[in-house]
């Protein structure tokens, strides 16, 4: 039985880099605060823990001072940035350089007037610092059913999560379009993360090349569940695990092919360790 793993599949650029910088700090100290996972998979997480690295909430901050903290690829809002400097916490910035231009960009937005949209899920980690940049008064839309909620009459500027689907932000820029009222204006910025977007035709190919599709990915993230369902679309024979121990090997009975893939936050040693498993079950 043929076993492949996606060449496309693993961390994206953002992600590799906050994991870089915990790494390098961790190889100089004993440990590292983190604000929030550093990556929506827990294998990772675990494997971070296990050097040093220690994750903490924003409400652990009034607890902590004169130390240093690493903020992850997801952003922050402004006001952890002030938390941090009145707690003499010096911080380890690993922000994405794709996040970090979409906040500057809303904040400006905001600073020019206008309702601020955002199409995003509720509570996610990247859109709680977008939100922040508005003072929190940015309306978060999750699909289109939020989208038909939303006041015509005055301007919009709608913006994205970068991680969030291509096509559902389309289809909202249309309907938006569709129902302004005479006299608003609606300006929209496609802030999608392409190295995220252009993942989804190339998974899907390669979901349709196997017999059988596991997708290894953490519970948490949001980009693993929009990739999975793109695997299952076009493969019903798709499982979703986030550890090897998860593997049912009745899957695979009567299949000519495995492919294993994974989200943005998916370790490629977690895909490899998937791999390992099945190959060991068949000598």
């Not at 827990?42 to 903490?56: C, D, H, P, S």
């Not at 929190?136 to 005055?154: C, M, P, Y």
């Not at 496609?190 to 899907?204: G, M, Q, S």
């Not at 121990?245 to 977690?270: N, R």
Request: aromatic letters at 8%.
């Amino acid at each position: 039985m043929l076993i492949e793993i996606d060449e496309g599949s693993g961390f994206c650029f953002g992600v590799t880099t906050a994991i870089k910088k915990a790494e390098e700090e961790l190889a100089k100290s004993e440990s590292l605060y983190c604000l929030g996972d550093i990556v929506h998979n827990g294998r990772e997480v675990e494997r971070l823990k296990k050097q040093g690295l220690m994750t903490v909430e924003h409400k652990d901050l009034d607890t902590l001072h004169d130390t240093k903290m690493l903020l992850r690829a997801h952003g922050e809002p402004p006001q952890t940035y002030t938390k941090a400097k009145e707690q003499n916490i010096s911080l380890i910035d690993a922000t994405c350089p794709v996040v970090l231009n979409l906040q500057k960009r809303i904040r400006k937005a905001y600073e020019e007037g206008g309702q601020i949209i955002i199409y995003g899920k509720n509570g996610h980690a990247e859109v709680v610092g977008l939100v922040g940049q508005t003072e929190g008064t940015a309306i978060v839309i999750e699909n289109l059913e939020d989208a038909k909620r939303l006041d015509f009459s005055h301007d919009i500027q709608l913006f994205s999560q970068t991680t969030k689907s291509l096509e559902g932000f389309r289809e909202i820029v249309q309907y938006i379009q569709e129902n302004m009222q005479e006299g608003a204006k609606f300006c929209y910025f496609d802030t999608i993360c392409r190295r995220v977007a252009n993942r989804i035709p190339n998974i899907r190919n390669f979901s349709a090349q196997h017999d059988v599709i596991l997708f290894v990915c953490g519970k948490k993230s949001s980009n693993g569940k929009v990739l999975y369902n793109e695997c299952l679309s076009v493969n019903p024979n798709t499982y979703m695990i986030d550890d090897p121990s998860e593997i049912d090997f009745q899957w695979f009975e009567g299949k000519k092919s495995v492919g294993i893939c994974g989200a943005t936050s998916t370790p490629k040693w977690l895909m490899e360790d998937c791999k390992k498993k099945i190959e060991e079950r068949r000598i």
